[in-house]
């Protein structure tokens, strides 16, 4: 577990222990690949971040991290304890890049996830972004490309009487927001404790 600011990971409080367990237990889909990585400081008082990358057949088709934050006393601007913040991001086909809905789809990628994994949250604000790239001289072969980025955050609902949130729904979450990004269909396995989802609908990119 990555501590911050000299704690070490047995001084952590318990909860935010249990909500690490519950990223790292959580059942993810096939196509996501995750791995630890070392959590950013000064954020917050303890911290844990994890980066994923969505792979089929060998291309990688999204990737983002996530970053579990937690105030022992609360934080103001959260109105709680934790706080998750992730950054996700594709390229999209060239068809898509122009779509005028494009940012408000995207967005709704990510409350779609955690409304169909039942992650309660509140609090939650972002940003979605889309950058061109356009080829010329040498480079001019290149097709050209765009990249979709999504940025947000937002505070997990902690569980009455634990004080932890259920970690493992919005770890769902997130993953069936990078599988959106990627083009992939949306998933019908079953959520972290065992119940069946529809998933997200994703844009018609790439995978269907």
């Known amino acids: 577990m990555a501590a911050v600011h000299g704690h070490s990971p047995d001084e952590a409080p318990i909860s935010f222990r249990r909500a690490v367990d519950g990223l790292r237990t959580a059942r993810l889909r096939t196509e996501v690949r995750i791995e630890e990585v070392p959590a950013p ?3 917050a008082s303890y911290a844990f971040a994890l980066e994923a990358t969505v792979l089929v057949d060998g291309e990688e088709l999204a990737d983002g991290r996530l970053v579990l934050l937690h105030e022992p006393d609360g934080h103001d601007a959260w109105h709680g304890g934790f706080r998750l913040v992730t950054l996700a991001r594709a390229e999209l086909e ?11 789809v995207s967005w709704s990628w990510l409350t779609g996830a955690l409304a169909a994994r039942q992650a309660v949250y509140h609090e939650a604000s972002g940003t979605v972004s889309r950058a061109s790239s356009h080829y010329f001289g040498g480079l001019s072969e290149r097709r050209d490309d765009t990249q979709i980025e999504i940025r947000a955050s937002w505070t ?7 004080g932890e949130p259920d970690a493992a729904a919005h770890m769902a979450a997130w993953c069936d927001l990078l599988c959106a990004c990627a083009g992939l269909p949306p998933s019908d396995g079953p959520d972290p404790s065992g119940r069946p ?10 995978r269907t």
Do not use: N, T
């Open 94 to 104: 060239p068809e898509m890049a122009g779509d005028p809905l494009l940012p408000e």
């Open 41 to 43: 400081r000064r954020l």
């Open 197 to 206: 989802v529809g998933g997200v609908v994703p844009l018609p990119k790439r």
């Open 156 to 162: 997990p609902q902690e569980r009455p009487g634990s």
